[in-house]
Structure formats: structure tokens, C-alpha cells
């Protein structure tokens, strides 16, 4: 994710001629979210009823512009095409609307960029975007752009490759959003603690007195002044919806339904009651109350409250997307386990089915059903691919992404990784005894579903009910099913319970091993090598500098069995030039090959005394950016991890003590770190979920493993492993997994989707690029690496498979021919499938294939009683092989009795290194005898 990839956030306002998937109506924000708009005059109109009617239209970058049939035909003809519109005069606005009537030869998202009195240069954080499907129908779109100021000029960027785009019309018009927000939704009870209404508190932003219209009264309010609005309950029923709505003078009303809950007496029937669940239903279908048997409050049997569910199932507004209240509903139980509520709105069937609640829906129009609303207090919350919240944290907060974008509280059904919104319930843990199933505080409600249309809500707190816990809902149409799962055991065990029960999608069939060969190949000797310079470039673009890189001299070498002359300082006789990295994969085997042991040596010293002085007593790291701004502390499980994993690595292949125990006091510290996240400060922000995080957090505790079987620890060795398998599965909400065990396995040249992975959810800069729904697969194969080490740790989850599918899509990424032939991709946008800059070296797919294949992949270790040796080359059988673990001592052995024997090739020169600081240099099979 390098930082000058240039992208804009993918964000769709749609108009009424623009609906949203599957013919939606609009999903309406929560209240303190409203700001109404109103809506200017056009400033600007352009049509192109004839050749001349392009003037003004500058082609300015890999485009050609033509007006003609009506419409401006726009040529895209390579990489990042755009061009200007004429000059504006424009009113000072603080939001300009851009309408856009356009058809497009493949799908794409037309980047709108803008230069302002207040910001007059081109920048990422003054651009918007909108999707314009590929199919040559014409589509009105709308972007919203922030100029809060004068607009001086605007810029198009029709694609991000060649294609063709005609356009109708553009218009701009000014926007002027309502001066006032609401700063607070709570319910409020009486004194028998039954709520009694719902409160609204608003503050004007105004210099001017506004006129406030509520329920056929008007009210004027100051200029900065807040003001409390009552909406009373009725009273009477168990569950009630209570419409809000007020307005000022001159804009749209704000709108929201809110479903108030009387928790005090005891529902009547009709109940289900089956498999340890126990269902209590509104006879209206109005709503429910789920507790989950099993558990057991002290000294009774009384199942535990988990959730409610209100409403159960309610018609949406088409015009606005607001709920309406259920008419005439009537509850029918059919069984202990199966009830049906009938409405005119449509049906829903609920059938309890072990640890889960299935709901069966059918409605004629668009509903919200299954609105989830935990009765205890909830801890992280997740919906894969969009959010991954922690305690008390916000939903659609600002601390990742500004702007539009971070408005997620119904993201398009397509930003989604997998089907689920889960979150994590505490019980008071005087409220719970008992139950050998689960501890007080461990345990997660969730709901899934298969059709992909379906769209989740996820409000935490609960602004739209008033409510401190989260919401958690879906909508569609038609028929559909989804299910409530309830489930002992921490958020991460929903995660493996859910993916295990869908089955993992099949992987696509990777490339023959010698042809994916020849690709890296192909891309070390054209575009990553540049005329001139020494070595080659991380990524192919020019302004990737060229170096030697270690990594990639290290894949050069297992390919032809030789390093790169590239590598050569002036000639054989000075040695190799070498610069650490150069791969998302570490591969030191160059060093050793090189005859650059001691170097190597004393570079990991370096690095390992620099990380030991930066541990804090308390076993974090400091994160020591500008990123870390807005985030609860300085540091998170990312940079801690990163960190801890670099330190055991110092002590898996040197023996240094000192760095295993700075190591083991970072790794055991990793436990209290509740979310992935603060892996990538070098652009996102240390408070971002992130995927690397919870990479390099699987990786660290994979070492911290082998080092503790290193010795026969079972229990540490036990320990670590649980802990690398509870990060991966924090891992997969950033893993798309549509398809599960149903899907065919997809053919080659078939559109990626299964195993894209998502790097963070979160924004450079926190304004764009927006990450959410673009994969970014180099930080899926850093955590592929790390399942493939978990695997054999891990019997009981397929890691291997998700490697295997994450690298799959990563082939399926790579540039097969072209200028950029054999790099990967940073970006890839899904909706039209294709790769953006910049275009990294192929060393990382590589590496990871030969590590799924069993191959060599890095540098060799073999542990012989007290030491290690280190080496290029495979160790030979007749080595003295580790002692079996639980065995006690140390091998003893008379000193020079031990030899080592390396199966290096005839004529191969290399260095081995013996217990971090012999090395002994060898030429083709070799031996090394241990003290």
C-alpha cells in the first residue's frame, strides 16, 4: 500500500434514477448522521449537441476527447487517463453537487478531482468518486465534493485504463446542508424504570435564529443553542415503534423510527423452547426476547438473557428507507421449536435449530428483519471487511476514514468479506453459575445469511433506538433467509464456528510450479530492472529506487542457482552488494550465500539491541508517528507484534538469550490487546483494523512456539499455539469468503473475489485511497505465510486451504503480460477487475508457493542439543537430528564428537553459522563439526 498509489474513496450517492442494489430504497442514516440538503441553482451545464460543444475540454493525460452524437466520447487509451473541464465561475459553496449522465464501455469508477480557493493544489483529499456499471447504458450519477469554499477547477478521471466513456451532460449545483445536528438520542424511563419516551437533544451551527417545526408547533431556536425534543411512548405494549421527526425552515425534516422496548413484565406466550433456547415472542410479532439454556443463574435454572429481537420484521418506506410499524401481525406456534408471524407487510418463520435461531422471511416489498439488540453488555463487534470494533468504540467513526466514506452503518452488500455481524457479550459475573460451557463474559450472538443482496446494519451504540449497546439488523426483499447464532465461547470461536459450517470457497488451481517461474522471471529482467542502475526495484515504477535487494537476490539464486550479477559491487574479487528486504517475505539465505554471514550477523544484533532498548517495562512498543493521533494509546497489537516477532526471530536462528526474553515478555503483552490493529503507520492510522497486524501477531506466536518445543515445553508450546490461532482467526474478517464448500472452483480467467484480501479498514491519511472493498493481496500473502506455519500447529482449522486460496488469487492478480509483466498488483478493484499501481516484484508469490509446495524458502536450521546452525543449504539426513520433545537434558556428547553435514551442491560456496557467531565458511557438501 504505498502511499502514492493514487485512488479516490469508491463512494455512490444515488438519485432516484440510480437505485441501489437490487432495487433498494435508500438506507437513512441515524440522526445525529441527518444533515437534510438543500439544493442551489446549476452554476454550470454542459451538453454536447455538436463538435464545437467540447471546447474548452482538455485532454490532458492518456485520453482523447471528441463531441460528437450528443455527447462528449471520451478515449481512455492507458494508464490513469483524465482531463479538465473548462473554467468555472463558481459561488462559494460548502458542498457542490456534480450530476453526471454517462455510459461506459466497462465498469469503472470516474474519479472527480477539484482545486479550491482554500486548497488550490491537486490533491487525493479533494476527490470523490462514483461506480458507473459497464454494460452501455446510460446512468445518472452524483458525487458530492467538500469544497467548502470556491470551486476554481474541476477534473475528470473517466477509468484507471483504456476504455471508452460518453457522457450526456454535466451539471454542478451548490449544496447547502442544514445548519443544525443532533448531538444525542436516549431513551428515558420513569420511576418504575419503564421507558417513557425518547429525547433528542440539537444544537443549531447557525449565526442566525432558526425555526424549528415539530409535531404541528413551531419553535425558534438561538443562534449555538441546543434544545431537548420528547417523543413520548404511548405506553401499553411491550414493543413499540415511535415515529421522530422534526425540521427547520427551509430543509428537508430529519426522520427516524425508533422501536422502544418495555423490559418489566414477563411476555406472554407463545414460546419455543428447544435444543437449550428458549424463544419468547410478542403475540403481535411485534418483537422477542432469546435466552440461551445451558447456563444457569446461581442456584437456579433459569436461562440467561442474551438478546432482543424488535422489531422482528418491519415494512421499509421505498421513498425515504425509514421503518414503518408492523399492521395486524398475529404469531402462530407450530411447534416448540417453530413459530410463523403473518402480517399484510409478509411472513416470517423462526425455527430453533441447536445453537441457532433460522428465520425464514418472505415480504412482497423491501424490510428490515431480525433487529438485534443484545441484553447484556457488549464488548468488539464485526462485520467483516467493513468494521471491527472494540469495547465501547463507534460505529462509522472518523478515526480511520474521513468523509463520506466512513459512513458505514449499511455498506453496499459488495464491501462485505463474509456473511456475518457478530458481537461479543460480558455477563455480569455475578449473574451467571455453574455452567461448565462458558465463563462469565465469553460469549457472541451473531447473524449470517447466504444471498448476497441482503444488506447488514450495524449502529454501536445505538443511536437510531437510543440504546448504549450495538444494532444489529438486515434488510431486503423477497424471499431470504438468515440465522441468529448464539454461541458459548469468545467472538474469534463464532468466526471459526460460522467458516467451518459454510466450508471454505475452493481455491483456484494455481499455476504450474515452471510457469509461475518463468513470470518472476520475466518481471526481474524487464520492468523491475531500470537503465542505469544497480539491482532492482521493489515495485516497477521509476520511482521505486533500484538496489540490491537481499530477497530478491535470494529468489534469483533458487531459481538459476546463482545470485544476480546485479548484486556484484565491482566484481567477484569485492564480494556482493546486498540491502536488506526487498520482499514482503524474509528470505536471508543471500547473506549466507554471498559470504556475507558476518554481516548478516551483525545487522540482526543491531536490529535485535535497538528493539530490546525500545521495549517498555511493560512489554509494548511505542508506535512513535504522527498515526497515532485519535487512538486511546500509543501503541497497538501491530506495532507490538511486529516487533516481538523480529526479536524471537533473532532467537530462533542465533540462540540470542537476550532477545528471546525481551520476545516472550512482548509476546506474552500481546494477549491484552483485544483487535487487530496498527500495523501500517507508515499511511493508516494506529487505531485502523488491519490485516498485517494480525499477521505478524500469528507469526510471533508461531516462533514463540518452535522455541518453546525447542526444549520440550509442551505447555508454553501449547500456550503460543492457541494464541497464533486465535489472531488468525482475527485475520479472516479481512479475508474474502463468499463462496464457501458450495461454490464450483473457479476456472482460470474466472473474476477474483474468494481469498481478495482487504489490507485495513480503513484510509490513507484517513481520506483516500479508501481500502474498504479494494484488496490489497501482498498483505494477504504476509498472513498466508503465517497460516501455513500455524497449520501444523492448528490441526483443527484448514489454514493450509486459506494460504493456498489467498495465493491463488494473488496469481490470478499478477500481470501475465504487458509493461508491468510478472508484478503484482498493490490494488485490485473488483467491480471491473483491475490491477492498479504500483506494480510489485513478484519475489512474495514465489516465496510463499515454494513454502505451500515443501520447497526450500528460506535459510535452513538445525538444533543439535545445545546448538544451532544455520544454513543455505538443506541439512543431510546423516545430521544429528532435535531430540524428541519431552526429553530430558541436553544430547550429551564428547566436544568435537558431532559433525553437521550440509547437501550443498559441487563447486557452491556458502557460509554456515554455528550458535550465532561461528561461521564457518564451506565450498559444495560440507561439514561442520560442533564443540
Not at 359 to 374: F, H, K, N, Q
Not at 467 to 492: F, I, V
Not at 504 to 517: F, S, T, Y
Not at 628 to 636: C, E, I, K, M
Request: net charge negative; aromatic share 6%.
Amino acid at each position: 500500500m504505498p502511499s502514492a498509489l493514487r485512488l479516490a474513496p469508491a463512494i455512490v450517492f444515488a438519485l432516484p434514477s440510480a437505485p441501489l442494489p437490487g432495487d433498494a430504497p435508500p438506507i437513512p442514516l441515524p440522526l445525529h448522521e441527518q444533515r437534510p440538503l438543500a439544493r442551489g441553482e446549476p452554476f454550470a451545464r454542459f451538453t454536447f449537441p455538436d463538435a464545437r460543444s467540447g471546447d474548452g475540454f482538455v485532454a490532458a493525460h492518456a485520453c482523447r476527447l471528441a463531441a460528437e452524437s450528443g455527447a462528449l466520447q471520451v478515449q481512455a487509451t492507458g494508464d490513469d487517463p483524465y482531463f479538465h473541464l473548462p473554467p468555472l465561475t463558481a459561488p462559494a459553496a460548502e458542498l457542490v453537487a456534480v450530476r453526471l449522465r454517462g455510459r461506459a464501455s466497462r465498469g469503472s469508477a470516474p474519479h472527480f478531482y477539484w482545486r479550491s480557493d482554500r486548497d488550490p493544489a491537486w490533491s487525493e483529499r479533494q476527490a470523490q468518486s462514483a461506480a458507473l456499471a459497464g454494460d452501455g447504458e446510460w446512468q445518472l450519477l452524483e458525487a458530492l465534493l467538500p469544497v467548502a469554499g470556491t470551486l476554481l477547477e474541476l477534473r475528470l478521471d473517466p477509468a484507471d485504463g483504456p476504455g471508452t466513456l460518453a457522457i450526456e451532460s454535466i451539471e454542478l449545483t451548490t449544496v447547502t446542508p442544514c445548519p443544525l445536528r443532533v448531538t444525542e438520542v436516549r431513551q428515558v424511563a420513569g420511576p418504575d424504570r419503564r421507558v417513557r419516551a425518547l429525547v433528542v437533544t440539537i444544537e443549531s451551527l447557525a449565526e442566525r435564529e432558526l425555526r424549528i417545526h415539530h409535531a404541528g408547533a413551531t419553535f425558534s431556536l438561538a443562534p449555538h443553542a441546543s434544545a431537548r425534543i420528547d417523543f413520548p411512548a404511548r405506553g401499553g405494549r411491550r414493543f413499540e415503534a415511535v415515529p421522530i421527526e422534526f425540521a427547520v425552515e427551509g430543509f428537508a425534516p430529519f426522520r427516524s423510527v425508533a422501536t422502544l422496548i418495555d423490559r418489566q413484565p414477563a411476555l406472554s406466550p407463545p414460546t419455543l423452547a428447544a435444543d437449550g433456547l428458549v424463544v419468547e415472542l410478542a403475540p403481535d410479532g411485534s418483537g422477542a426476547l432469546v435466552k440461551r439454556g445451558g447456563t444457569a443463574r446461581a442456584g437456579t435454572d433459569e436461562p440467561v438473557e442474551w438478546c432482543w429481537i424488535a422489531p422482528l420484521l418491519a415494512p421499509i418506506d421505498g421513498a425515504t428507507g425509514h421503518l414503518l410499524p408492523l399492521t395486524d401481525g398475529v404469531v402462530h406456534r407450530r411447534s416448540d421449536r417453530h413459530a410463523r408471524l403473518v402480517a399484510r407487510e409478509g411472513a416470517l418463520d423462526l425455527e430453533i435449530d441447536g445453537d441457532r435461531l433460522r428465520a425464514t422471511v418472505s415480504s412482497p416489498g423491501p424490510v428490515e428483519a431480525l433487529v438485534v439488540r443484545p441484553a447484556q453488555r457488549s464488548a468488539r463487534t464485526v462485520l467483516p471487511g467493513v468494521e471491527f470494533l472494540g469495547r465501547g468504540e463507534r460505529s462509522s467513526s472518523d478515526l480511520d476514514l474521513v468523509g463520506p466514506a466512513r459512513l458505514r452503518y449499511a455498506p453496499p452488500p459488495d464491501d462485505l468479506c463474509w456473511p456475518l455481524l457478530a458481537t461479543e457479550l460480558q455477563f455480569h459475573a455475578d449473574a451467571v453459575a455453574g455452567s461448565p460451557e462458558w465463563r462469565a463474559g465469553d460469549a457472541a450472538l451473531g447473524l449470517t445469511w447466504e444471498r448476497r443482496d441482503l444488506r447488514p446494519l450495524l449502529a454501536q451504540p445505538n443511536t437510531i433506538d437510543g440504546e448504549p449497546g450495538p444494532r444489529l439488523a438486515l434488510r431486503g426483499h423477497g424471499d431470504w433467509q438468515a440465522e441468529l447464532l448464539l454461541q458459548p465461547g469468545p467472538l474469534e470461536e463464532m468466526t471459526a464456528t460460522l467458516v467451518a459450517t459454510r466450508g471454505l470457497p475452493p481455491p483456484r488451481p494455481l499455476r504450474a510450479l515452471a510457469d509461475a517461474e518463468t513470470l518472476a522471471r520475466a518481471a526481474f529482467a524487464g520492468p523491475l530492472r531500470q537503465p542505469g542502475a544497480v539491482g532492482f526495484g521493489h515495485c516497477a515504477e521509476p520511482n521505486w529506487e533500484r538496489q540490491p535487494w537481499s530477497a530478491i537476490a535470494a529468489t534469483l539464486w533458487r531459481l538459476d542457482g546463482r545470485l544476480p550479477a546485479e548484486v556484484l559491487r565491482h566484481g567477484a574479487e569485492d564480494g556482493f552488494a546486498l540491502v536488506d528486504g526487498g520482499c514482503h517475505h524474509r528470505d536471508d539465505a543471500a547473506w549466507f550465500v554471498a559470504g556475507r554471514a558476518r554481516d548478516w550477523v551483525a545487522l540482526r544484533r543491531a536490529q535485535a539491541a535497538a528493539l530490546q532498548a525500545a521495549l517498555r517495562p511493560d512489554g509494548t512498543f511505542a508506535d512513535g508517528t504522527p498515526f497515532a493521533a485519535g487512538h486511546f494509546a500509543d501503541t497497538a497489537l501491530g506495532v507490538c507484534a511486529r516487533n516481538a516477532a523480529a526479536l524471537l526471530e533473532q532467537a530462533w536462528w542465533t540462540g540470542d538469550e537476550a532477545a528471546r526474553h525481551a520476545g516472550l515478555t512482548a509476546l506474552a503483552r500481546l494477549a491484552d490487546f483485544d483487535l487487530p490493529r496498527g500495523a501500517q503507520t507508515w499511511e493508516l492510522p494506529l487505531h485502523s483494523p488491519d490485516l498485517l497486524a494480525a499477521a505478524h501477531a500469528v507469526h510471533a506466536h508461531v516462533i514463540g512456539a518452535w522455541l518453546a518445543a525447542d526444549v520440550g515445553d509442551h505447555a508454553a508450546t501449547e500456550r503460543w499455539s492457541a494464541q497464533a490461532r486465535r489472531q488468525a482467526l482475527n485475520a479472516l474478517p479481512f479475508i474474502r469468503l463468499w463462496g464457501g464448500a458450495k461454490a464450483a472452483a473457479p476456472a482460470a480467467g474466472a473474476p477474483i473475489d474468494d481469498y481478495a484480501t482487504i489490507a485495513a479498514f480503513a484510509a490513507t491519511h484517513r481520506t483516500a485511497p479508501v481500502w474498504i472493498g479494494l484488496p490489497v493481496q501482498w498483505c494477504g500473502l504476509v498472513a498466508a505465510r503465517a497460516f501455513a506455519e500455524l497449520a501444523p500447529l492448528d490441526p483443527t482449522f484448514p489454514w493450509a486451504t486459506v494460504a493456498r486460496g489467498v495465493l491463488a488469487a494473488g496469481e490470478a492478480m499478477q500481470r501475465a503480460d504487458g509493461p508491468h509483466v510478472g508484478c503484482l498488483p498493490d490494488a485490485f478493484r473488483l467491480a471491473d477487475q483491475a490491477p492498479l499501481p504500483a506494480h510489485i516484484n513478484p519475489a512474495t508469490l514465489l516465496n510463499l508457493r515454494w513454502q505451500l509446495d515443501g520447497r526450500p524458502h528460506d535459510l535452513h536450521r538445525l538444533r543439535v542439543g545445545a546448538h544451532i546452525v544455520v544454513s543455505p543449504w538443506p541439512f543431510t539426513p546423516e545430521s544429528p537430528q532435535p531430540r524428541p520433545l519431552g526429553a530430558a537434558g541436553a544430547d550429551a556428547a564428547p566436544a568435537g564428537s558431532l559433525e553437521v553435514a550440509i547437501a550443498a551442491p559441487d563447486g557452491a560456496s556458502y557460509d554456515v553459522l554455528v550458535d550465532g557467531s561461528v561461521i564457518h565458511s564451506l565450498r559444495g557438501r560440507g561439514r561442520v563439526a560442533l564443540p
